[in-house]
């Protein structure tokens, strides 16, 4: 079945330390976005990507990097520069042509900093 | 800017009961109209959605009317249950020339149903 895969489930990151999320999708969609959740509160857009080799930064980039390297993977590394990290992180995917069609999420990486 | 505000949780609902949770939306041009359902620990589930102005949105007994006259939005379901619970989003498509597929969401609103 298609779907976005995120992994791991729980990640816990040391002070000063990077960590890399990972999030694969096998729908052929041309968009993807990384949004970051935290207790209580909506969605806050990091990062997208609407083609192979290109992204965009979106509300919150700051201590955040992605690549896009390949149209099915966006992996969103969380720096040592990003303060605040504990938080639920969301991925997601669409097709580039038509907002219409909604967002695919995965199932989301919990980011804890010990 | 666009922006979507959703009527604030927690709502306590007993099963059986009618559920409406308003949404109500800015937006330039004629955007694409969602409601979301997020389970606890869980990714986010597309519910319905609208995509023009009168257009209703339906799935698992859970209703929704695109009203440009009014910019709203609102979710209603005639009879809840307990498995209902879950934190719903509204959100739209952001339109726009390179902004065309970015949905804005609502802060979310937490649903409690008891039996």
């Known amino acids: 079945d298609g779907g976005i895969t995120q992994s791991p489930k729980y990640l816990f990151r040391k002070e000063g330390q990077n960590v890399t999320l990972s999030c694969e999708q096998n729908l052929n969609h041309d968009a993807m976005y990384w949004y970051r959740q935290d207790p209580g509160q909506g969605l806050r857009l990091i990062y997208y990507s609407q083609i192979v080799n290109d992204f965009q930064k979106g509300d919150i980039a700051e201590g955040y990097s992605v690549s896009r390297e390949k149209k099915e993977s966006f992996p969103l590394t969380v720096t040592s520069a990003q303060k605040n990290p504990t938080a639920f992180y969301l991925c997601a995917s669409t097709l580039a042509a038509e907002g219409g069609y909604g967002y695919t999420f995965g199932s989301g990486t919990r980011l804890t900093v010990v | 800017g666009n922006s979507v505000t959703q009527m604030e949780g927690p709502v306590t609902l007993s099963e059986e009961a009618f559920l409406t949770i308003n949404c109500t939306y800015t937006a330039t041009g004629y955007p694409s109209l969602f409601w979301y359902v997020q389970y606890p620990g869980e990714g986010l589930q597309l519910l319905l959605k609208?995509?023009?102005?009168?257009d209703k949105g339906s799935n698992k007994g859970f209703e929704a009317t695109y009203r440009k006259e009014t910019t709203s939005f609102h979710l209603e379901k005639g009879s809840v249950q307990v498995s209902d619970s879950a934190v719903y989003f509204c959100?739209?498509?952001?339109?726009?020339?390179?902004?065309?597929?970015?949905?804005?969401f609502g802060a979310g609103t937490i649903l409690r149903v008891k039996s």
């Open positions: 609208a995509t023009k102005a009168d």
């Open positions: 959100a739209l498509s952001d339109v726009g020339s390179e902004r065309r597929n970015k949905l804005v």
